[in-house]
């Protein structure tokens, strides 16, 4: 008999010791769903694998397309060339923006350059950078809730960049200083953890109670699911494993969010060959996601390590379905349809 609480009553008989000795041996691994690609990544690294087609080697991308060291070597493999500057490429030639965003600046110093640029950024920054602008020309101060130097918070500042402020988390509020405590509107980076966010806004809105919130919330809807994918696994993991490169913010956020959530440790890896197999000591089950930006072959990759650590047992546990798909920019597309 199993209780409404899902537990099974306890009792003196052998066959209940042997079955509850054999639940605890059991190794299993709950693999969160949604993970890996979100839509702006497979669009940003779609565009450039399209490019590499229509226009061939070598194709130039100003920074990291996507925050992903496989995705980037793999790229690299057929002919793409990441660059920090636009200066670095040669004139004329074609330079692809990351999907992080860019200011407006370096739009300029492309054309300055004659270069032929194709703007992969996601469509849910360039969101965020349209209600910059507008809160800039209503004239609002910005408070822009984000990690100093990621090119996405650099991107988004450029576009109205002596309106806006940056609030690197709740410990950032005190020192943020405003022209008009009745003129506040607060954004935020589109890859940040959910709970902080939160917790940063309601400290703002306490020191500027008139704060105003953008039209819709900038959290990346990839990034919120993946982080509900994670708190659920995370209570029943030991061990949760997250796949994807140190400079992805949200494949960091999902580490943060699964400690936070109850799991007993958590990684995060490129790869399966980073994994330290001391970690699976005492560990019966075993959590696994990817961050927005990792391909799934992967988290295949880590599936196949642990299977040889006799973890066999997979769970899919899925808290959301995602069928958004983005269009190629309409710079690609039209050079496409030329073709």
């Not at 057929?78 to 330079?95: L, M």
């Not at 100093?148 to 500042?157: A, L």
């Not at 961050?291 to 808290?319: F, K, M, N, W």
């Amino acid at each position: 008999m199993v209780t409404a609480s899902g537990s099974v009553p306890a009792t003196d008989s052998p066959s209940a010791d042997a079955s509850a000795s054999a639940d605890a041996s059991r190794k299993r691994v709950l693999l969160a769903a949604p993970r890996g690609y979100c839509a702006g990544v497979d669009r940003a690294v779609q565009t450039v694998e399209r490019a590499l087609e229509r226009y061939g080697a070598p194709v130039y991308v100003r920074k990291q397309i996507v925050h992903n060291k496989h995705v980037v070597k793999t790229l690299e493999e057929r002919g793409a060339v990441f660059v920090e500057e636009n200066e670095e490429v040669p004139q004329g030639s074609i330079v692809i923006f990351s999907a992080h965003g860019v200011a407006p600046e370096v739009h300029d110093q492309a054309s300055q350059r004659r270069l032929r640029t194709i703007d992969a950024t996601c469509p849910l920054v360039t969101k965020v950078h349209k209600e910059a602008v507008r809160f800039a020309d209503e004239g609002y101060d910005i408070l822009l809730i984000g990690h100093e130097g990621h090119e996405e918070v650099i991107g988004t500042t450029g576009e109205a960049p002596e309106h806006i402020k940056l609030v690197d988390g709740p410990e950032g509020v005190a020192q943020v200083e405003v022209r008009d405590p009745s003129k506040v509107a607060w954004l935020s980076q589109t890859t940040l953890s959910v709970d902080e966010t939160e917790q940063t806004v309601a400290k703002l809105r306490e020191r500027f109670p008139q704060m105003i919130d953008p039209p819709s919330d900038d959290i990346c809807y990839a990034t919120q699911n993946r982080q509900v994918a994670v708190k659920r696994i995370a209570p029943q993991s030991d061990l949760v494993i997250v796949v994807g490169s140190t400079n992805s913010s949200n494949s960091v956020r999902l580490v943060e969010v699964a400690l936070e959530a109850g799991a007993g440790s958590a990684y995060l890896v490129d790869r399966a060959d980073e994994i330290d197999p001391s970690w699976f000591e005492g560990a019966s089950t075993v959590g696994l996601t990817s961050g927005a930006s990792v391909p799934e072959e992967l988290v295949q990759g880590v599936l196949a390590l642990l299977a040889e650590h006799g973890y066999t047992d997979v769970e899919e546990v899925r808290s959301a379905q995602e069928k958004l798909l983005f269009a190629l920019p309409h710079e690609l597309r039209r050079n496409l349809k030329e073709s």
